[in-house]
């Protein structure tokens, strides 16, 4: 008799957006003619730079032609790619090499597939808040015990609390973990990492062998030059971290679909043999995987042009400037915003002692603004509340507008 992965029975983070989406279509069913302004999504909105659009194009050409038409490309990534890749970040000071580099179809897929080259029994531990993948694919493998409603966490897991008290900046465990992760740029706090916070924590996985998975998709975002855009910028990273990066949020691949995972091959955990870590990484592509789509490469090769870049950095501009009249017009009707300036996310407290679900409703009924409570994104996220730059400008200024002129306080 064939039976299911019992462990997808534990999985509750489903439930964060179904949920909103009841919400908001009840209240439109009650109010079909009221507009809702949406300032949850953390999808992009503006179009693709010409120099991208150019790259897409030559990628589809090149199938057009017998000459140049090509099918299955290596699982990990095309070589020109890789080489920009190792070149764009020995830019900012992280020497990698191309073949530590794994082009993949987006940084989604690698944070939730990472953990399949690790122990089963490894004790992992999540930056709180976190993005839902983090934790949701290690309860899938069976790493946590049962969710329990009251803790708002799963039993088996550590949590590393960010707060107001910590800057949103978690410290490391004080038991030995064997996995731990975390995201600068955070998503959903927009707090950044500082170079001693990361050295921190990578002093803390030499000492325990432990590996820190780094999830940096949102790296492009960060204007001040004496922040780390990389883990990789620290001492002592190559041998216990692995990266994961992305197109989607900096040059708009949202849809297109195309991303990496550097896995370094001085990494070492427990007694293992150089570079089995980066075998086992490339034996999990290899296995499951095809490669990134052909178009999609060009597409990336593009990017890390000097005109894309130039083109794609003027894209984070425009919204990390969504971001600022976020935070301004926000700030300005009394309430308490964090991140917004090195991060297209920003984290609002809620008002007098509100759930996260309550602010929720208040800013939907009263304003007919969509946000995402932070609570769905874990314990330490109950009393604030995500909002993203990611949107039209006038949509943008149309939102704020109707939260000042609106909302009670």
Known sequence: MARINSNYRKLTAGYLFPEIERRVEAFQKRNPSVKIHRLGIGNTTEPLTPTVIEGLRDGVERLAAVETYTGYGDEQGQEELRIKLARYYSSRGANLEPDEFF???????????????????SLVAFQDPAYPVYVDSNVIAGRSGSYDPGQGHYSGFIYMPCSERNDFIPEPPVEAVDLIYLCSPNNPTGAVAD?????????????HRAVLIFDAAYAEFITDPDL????????????CAIEIGSFSKFAGFTGVRLGWTIVPKTLIIEDNKPEEVHRCWLRRQTTFFNG?????????????ST??????????????????????????????????????YLWVKTPGNLSSWEFFDKLLYEAHVVGTPGSGFGPSGEGYFRLSAF???PDIEEAVESIVNRILL
């Open 103 to 121: 082009i993949s179809d987006g940084a989604k897929p690698d944070a939730g597939n990472i953990q399949s080259i690790f122990s089963t029994d």
């Open 195 to 207: 170079h001693q916070q990361l050295q921190n924590f990578i002093d803390y996985a030499r000492k």
């Open 228 to 239: 780390p855009r990389s883990i990789f910028e620290i001492e002592g990273a190559r041998e």
């Open 292 to 304: 990134a789509s052909n178009i999609a490469q060009h597409g990336g090769l593009a990017v890390l």
């Open 307 to 344: 005109e894309g870049l130039q083109e794609c950095r003027k894209l984070t501009g425009y919204y990390m400037e969504n971001a600022r009249i976020i935070k301004e017009g926000l700030q300005g009707c009394g309430l308490t915003v964090y991140g917004g300036e090195n991060a297209p």
């Open 391 to 393: 949107g039209h400008r």
